[in-house]
């Protein structure tokens, strides 16, 4: 059982060049978040799926755009990269369990620094 | 001012000390209550839950909540070099099965056990 798994896990960019930051849960969850973590700030939701099809902006939103390709698959684009964006980048996923609430379950996360 | 405020650290503790872990936040909706531990490099994971106030334990940690106060704690009893690690609190409003789960996050406490 793999959980969260992202890729790729550490990548290099230049100011202005795109990528796709990929991510799959095989826990079969509803829900799927992508977070920011930066040093001072914490974690920051980005965007998030509360269900295939739907796709919602979180806190900083900006500069980016998601994918919910299918129930597993959740994608984050970068689509002209820039020195902010250096950061700690997690998936996650989450399940609603009732009277617990969503347990979110993160992945191992993506290093990504734009030059 | 941010909604969720915690100290980060770091904190350096012996072996076998009572640790104490605090945020404090400003959201009286507030009402999931949550810590997470970050060994570095990794993702975090959860450690505790707690809905509205109370505490409640989980072998050698406790978490309580007093919402009175909008101040919540992690203690760590019988600390070991194994409890080193950043340490997250996490809290969310009212949760829904389709609204996702809105967490917002402290900014973490780094802790080191030393032997």
């Known amino acids: 059982n793999a959980g969260v798994t992202q890729t790729p896990k550490f990548q290099v960019l230049k100011t202005g060049q795109s990528m796709t930051l990929q991510c799959a849960q095989d826990?079969?969850?509803?829900?799927m978040y992508w977070y920011r973590q930066d040093p001072g700030m914490g974690l920051r939701l980005i965007y998030y799926?509360?269900?295939?099809?739907?796709?919602d902006k979180g806190e900083v939103p900006n500069g980016y755009n998601v994918s919910r390709l299918n129930k597993r698959e959740f994608s984050l684009r970068l689509e002209s990269a820039a020195p902010s964006q250096t950061s700690v980048y997690f998936c996650?996923?989450?399940?609603?369990?009732?009277?617990?609430?969503?347990?979110?379950?993160f992945g191992e996360g993506s290093w990504l620094t734009v030059v | 001012q941010k909604e969720v405020e915690q100290d980060p650290g770091p904190l350096s503790v012996p072996e076998g000390a009572i640790v104490s872990l605090n945020c404090t936040y400003s959201n009286s909706a507030f009402q999931y209550f949550m810590w997470y531990r970050q060994y570095s490099r990794k993702g975090p994971e959860l450690l505790m839950y707690t809905y509205s106030s109370g505490n409640k334990e989980d072998g050698r940690f406790t978490a309580q909540v007093d919402k009175s106060s909008k101040y919540i704690s992690l203690f760590i009893r019988d600390s070991q070099p194994s409890d080193s690690a950043t340490y997250l609190c996490a809290m969310s409003g009212r949760l829904g099965e389709t609204s996702g789960s809105r967490l917002t996050f402290g900014e973490g406490t780094q802790l080191t056990v030393n032997p």
């Open positions: 826990m079969n969850h509803n829900s």
């Open positions: 996650a996923s989450s399940i609603w369990t009732g009277g617990s609430g969503n347990t979110i379950y």
């Open positions: 799926s509360a269900s295939e099809g739907t796709t």
